[in-house]
């Protein structure tokens, strides 16, 4: 999309067609069982150790879909909402960008280290990976978070691609 179509609205955003699903993104790790069963910490860390998390099994159902697409467009989605976030937090323009690589960086590395565990079904890989990347409180469970995440990736297999990108998970509040 050009600048001046953007700043003159005259052409749809791409990203809209999976807006929804970064909205439910959000939504699942907002899910206060993270929280209270599984011991996340509940601090800016351990809710962006979730959104990173939870997006990755989404973006591993994506690919195996083949919507390599979409993928890319929720992954820009991810970056949007962090580039706002740090500007909340005050950092400032200059180097707002340093900071939005890292965060992608992170979930590159992330999304390495769960997409194997999770396509094979490798929970004490999935358990590893969560040990290395989501911060917990004393009494944490990774194991909980590797169990709730390769229930939701199964979920997810089953689901129709369609009904993926459009958000229509069937899950409660709870993933």
Not at 59 to 67: K, P, Q, T, Y
Not at 69 to 98: H, P, T, W, Y
Not at 120 to 147: F, K, M, W, Y
């Amino acid at each position: 999309m050009s600048f001046l179509s953007k700043l003159l609205g005259t052409q749809k955003d791409p990203r809209d067609v999976v807006r929804p699903l970064w909205h439910k993104v959000v939504e699942l790790t907002r899910d206060p069982s993270w929280y209270a069963d599984c011991k996340v910490a509940d601090t800016v860390a351990g809710r962006f150790d979730m959104i990173t998390a939870v997006l990755s099994v989404v973006v591993v159902r994506m690919e195996a879909a083949d919507s390599h697409q979409q993928s890319a467009l929720l992954c820009e989605l991810f970056v949007e909402d962090m580039d706002g976030q740090l500007r909340e937090f005050g950092i400032n323009d200059v180097v707002v960008g340093k900071h939005v690589g890292k965060l992608m960086s992170s979930l590159g590395g992330r999304l390495g280290a769960y997409r194997p565990a999770l396509t094979e079904g490798d929970a004490a890989r999935l358990e590893a990976a969560v040990t290395r990347n989501v911060t917990l409180t004393e009494d944490g469970s990774p194991a909980c978070i590797a169990g709730k995440l390769q229930n939701l990736h199964d979920h997810l297999a089953r689901m129709d691609a369609d009904a993926l990108i459009v958000a229509d998970f069937g899950l409660g509040e709870s993933a």
